[in-house]
């Protein structure tokens, strides 16, 4: 059957294939190295876009990715056409699974994420986006229902400046930043315009994706002892990856994009330069610049 090769590496891993009560608890979702063994295994001619689009989509939840494979959604036009139809079993998937967690105050919970899922990752910016004072809101996200990461800079000293929020689940960035922003849109019934503004807004938003992609791509290599991101204070400097081997004393820098020909190394450099005057916890390390793109996924 279509799940065929989905259940073996279950069964390998003596998991059960999903279940909702335990979502945020125990399943391990299948890492990209899996994604591109069942890619590869159901869609050999597959692309670095249709992958890309099955990682964004699902996150590697084996629900999510079975029920693609079994519809034989194998490309990014066919996965987001099967998303947005009437019979979708995505479109309310993020209220099934989140009202019943959140109970009473499910709206601000979704008013919060849809903001983060939206590019407000500041705690001040989510408040002007929604009105209202969020930080136990955030603790909770974070702790209680571990649907949140907030992240600092690498090597930040303390544990309240420069902190960004980001949601840990891509499907569920998916689902807010489209499927729930436009809610509208599926009550009178517009799938296809729906599917036209996800479509078009895509690369984006997958660009985002992207970065998370290789760092779990880097973190799967087991040849880093610290991986993060940096970025100062007055948002003028950016840096998508750090990756640190202690061991050896090494490190290496990333810019992320979609499209290998926007990637400046020299403007990499240039950022680097700034991170190792600001900061010494790498003097003396050996150091290297990279671009990464969909050509190396």
Do not use: C
Not at 10 to 25: A, C, H
Not at 162 to 190: G, H, K, P, Q, T
Not at 252 to 261: A, I, L, Q, T
């Amino acid at each position: 059957s279509g799940s065929s090769l989905i259940s073996k590496i279950f069964t390998d891993r003596k998991e059960p294939l999903y279940n909702r009560q335990t979502r945020f608890m125990r399943i391990t979702p299948f890492k990209p190295n899996v994604l591109k063994e069942i890619m590869g295994y159901y869609h050999p001619d597959y692309t670095s876009d249709d992958l890309l689009t099955l990682y964004t989509l699902t996150g590697g939840v084996a629900k999510y990715v079975q029920l693609m494979i079994d519809s034989k959604s194998y490309t990014r036009v066919k996965m987001l056409k099967y998303i947005f139809r009437s019979d979708s079993v995505f479109l309310p998937e993020g209220k099934s699974v989140l009202i019943e967690e959140f109970g009473n105050e499910h709206t601000v919970y979704f008013a919060i994420l849809a903001a983060i899922a939206s590019g407000k990752t500041k705690r001040n910016e989510i408040e002007e986006t929604i009105g209202k004072e969020v930080g136990g809101y955030l603790s909770r996200l974070e702790n209680d229902y571990n649907i949140i990461t907030r992240r600092q800079p690498l090597f930040e000293k303390t544990r309240t400046k420069n902190v960004r929020y980001f949601l840990n689940d891509n499907f569920f960035s998916f689902w807010f930043r489209f499927i729930y922003r436009y809610s509208y849109m599926l009550e009178v019934e517009a799938y296809d315009q729906l599917l036209e503004i996800t479509s078009r807004d895509f690369d984006v938003f997958s660009g985002v994706m992207l970065e998370r992609y290789f760092r779990e791509m880097l973190t799967a290599s087991h040849k880093y002892t610290r991986i993060g991101g940096w970025w100062d204070r007055k948002g003028e400097n950016e840096i998508d990856i750090i990756a640190v081997d202690e061991i050896n004393r090494k490190a290496d820098f990333y810019e992320v994009k979609r499209n290998p020909s926007k990637i400046s190394l020299s403007q990499l450099q240039r950022k680097v330069n700034v991170f190792m005057a600001g900061t010494h916890e790498l003097q003396g390390y050996s150091v290297a610049i990279h671009g990464l793109s969909m050509d190396d996924m």
